[in-house]
């Protein structure tokens, strides 16, 4: 089975551009979630959804981020206009609460983001 | 809101070592699950172990095994006759089924040959 899916795994972009990371969870997970990871700051939440709705945001960084998941099998994260400090990995992670195997949330590979 | 504290910031150890990898977690939730991930080298995040709060018993897979405390609120990892593939960043997390994983600052474990 496919896993979560990712895209780009890198990327590199000047400051000041648009940078939009796409995410696609594992088929009929109805949770999906956006970190980001750092040397300084660690693992970080940046927002989750159930069901296509966005629980909590608190962790979305500043205007600047955005999230949308349009559908179940979709979602994005967006960076307008991206900073250098908003270089870091960005990993997407879905999770199926009701099943048997519980709510094992399961991570992309990432998307390493460098802003020059 | 659940809360984890990996005090161990670093480990190192030599091959085929035992090592134990703490973790205290704190949540006023009565019902919850708990989490251990790797994160090697490579950088992806796998997935080890889920555990239900119901359920205490300790469980061995491997050279892996997990010692849950409900008691103490502690989920602690052992690695028996550990190995350099084993070298990677270790995080353990609890969280409520259908909310998000929060991190602590893992446990970066370092097995030299």
């Known amino acids: 089975d496919a896993g979560v899916i990712q895209s780009p795994r890198h990327e590199v972009t000047e400051m000041g551009q648009e940078v939009t990371l796409r995410c696609k969870p594992i088929?009929?997970?109805?949770?999906l979630f956006w970190y980001r990871q750092t040397m300084m700051r660690g693992l970080e939440l940046l927002i989750y959804?159930?069901?296509?709705?966005?629980?909590?945001d608190s962790g979305m960084p500043e205007d600047r981020f955005s999230a949308k998941m349009p559908n179940a099998s979709f979602s994005t994260l967006k960076i307008q206009p991206s900073e250098p400090r908003d270089s870091a990995v960005y990993f997407c992670?879905?999770?199926?609460?009701?099943?048997?195997?519980?709510?094992?949330?399961?991570f992309g590979e990432g998307s390493w983001l460098t802003v020059v | 809101a659940q809360k984890v504290t990996q005090a161990q910031t670093e480990i190192s150890v030599v091959e085929k070592e035992d090592v134990t990898l703490d973790c205290v977690y704190e949540t006023r939730d009565t019902t919850y699950y708990l989490f251990w991930y790797k994160q090697p080298p490579s950088g992806e995040l796998v997935f080890l172990i889920r555990?239900?709060?119901?359920?205490?018993q300790n469980e061995i897979s491997g050279r892996y095994s997990w010692n849950f405390q409900k008691s103490t609120s502690s989920f602690n990892f052992t690695i028996t006759a550990s190995q350099v593939v084993d070298s990677a960043v270790y995080f353990c997390?609890?969280?409520?089924?259908?909310?998000?994983?929060?991190f602590g600052k893992g446990t970066t474990l370092s097995v030299s040959s």
């Open positions: 555990r239900n709060s119901f359920d205490e």
């Open positions: 992670a879905s999770s199926y609460p009701r099943t048997a195997s519980g709510n094992t949330i399961y």
């Open positions: 997390a609890p969280n409520q089924a259908g909310t998000a994983l929060i």
């Open positions: 959804f159930n069901n296509n709705v966005p629980i909590d």
């Open positions: 088929s009929g997970h109805n949770s």
